[in-house]
């Protein structure tokens, strides 16, 4: 499965065309903001919201306020079953946030790390700083779906 990351201005774009049969979409967003306009949808379509923030940024005494904007475990395994569902089907899957450079990346990254051993490409990778509050989350929850 190839991972594509991108932002919403690169989904967009791609979506001038109809998506490709074999393609799932992960769209991740900030509360309240409006989704990508997609005249197209791929076959298999995702999209959650919380805010990128990481868990090491919020002081104990601020964590009820962000709370709810988190990524929680109860996205990350949604997400996990949404890939798993999907992905004997498709041949790309693409990780799509506001910026294309931190969410997604961490996204792209779990997706990498589970299925081929390589989501350190991602980290090492100068155009992205994945969000390793997302990649730890992810991560632990496709493994869960292995066992």
């Known amino acids: ?37 997609l005249d197209y949808q791929p076959k298999y379509y995702l999209r959650q919201e919380f805010e990128d923030v990481w868990l090491s940024e919020v002081g104990y005494e601020d964590s009820g306020s962000y709370a709810f904007s988190l990524f929680s475990m109860e996205q990350a395994k949604e997400m996990a079953e949404f890939i798993y569902g999907c992905k004997d089907d498709i041949d790309v899957l693409i990780c799509q946030c506001r910026s294309g450079v931190s969410r997604s990346a ?3 990254a779990a997706v990498r790390e589970h ?18 509050f997302v ?13």
Request: include cysteine; charged fraction near 30%; hydrophobic fraction near 40%.
């Open 1 to 37: 499965m190839y991972v594509l990351i991108c932002s919403l201005t690169e989904i967009e774009w791609l979506d001038r065309l109809p998506f490709r049969c074999d393609a799932a979409l992960i769209s991740i967003d900030g509360l309240d903001m409006e989704p990508p306009k």
């Open 106 to 108: 961490g996204v792209a």
């Open 115 to 132: 299925f081929s051993h390589d989501g350190i490409e991602v980290f090492l990778d100068r155009d992205y700083s994945p969000n390793v």
């Open 135 to 147: 990649f730890q989350y992810l991560y632990r929850a496709l493994e869960d779906m292995k066992k």
